[in-house]
């Protein structure tokens, strides 16, 4: 089992950057991939991208190239994701979750495990 914990939401302006995190907890996290998927009301969850078990590939979402960066650091069993110049289509709770190896997926069930989300809300 792993436990996932997100933080770092908030309400921000348009442009500004925000940094999420996911720490997990339990079976070595350096054995998953990670993932960070976005979600609001009435609609599917969004894939935003992975990152593979040793953060030496990422794969994003084409909306999010260039603004977004995952990264991890198994030391500390933690997932981040870096948001920079945000937008008010970026609202959204944003989850972050975790797959076995090999490979990454931008499909949201086929995660095995997930964090409660936080709240991100980018004002125009």
């Known amino acids: 089992q792993v436990q996932l914990v997100e933080s770092g939401g908030g309400l921000v302006r348009a442009g500004d950057s925000l940094r999420l995190s996911c720490a997990a907890s339990?079976?070595?996290?350096?054995?998953?991939?990670a993932g960070w998927f976005r979600q609001v009301p009435g609609k599917d969850r969004e894939f935003v991208g992975f990152?593979?078990?040793?953060?030496?590939?990422?794969f994003y979402a084409d909306s999010m190239k260039g603004r977004f960066t995952i990264s991890r650091d198994n030391a500390n069993n933690t997932v981040y994701l870096q948001m920079n110049s945000l937008k008010p289509e970026d609202t959204a709770v944003y989850y972050c979750a975790a797959k076995g190896r090999p490979s990454g997926s931008h499909y949201w069930f086929e995660y095995d495990y997930w964090g409660q989300g936080t709240q991100v809300t980018v004002s125009s």
């Open positions: 339990g079976r070595a996290f350096s054995r998953y991939v």
């Open positions: 990152i593979n078990w040793n953060g030496e590939s990422t």
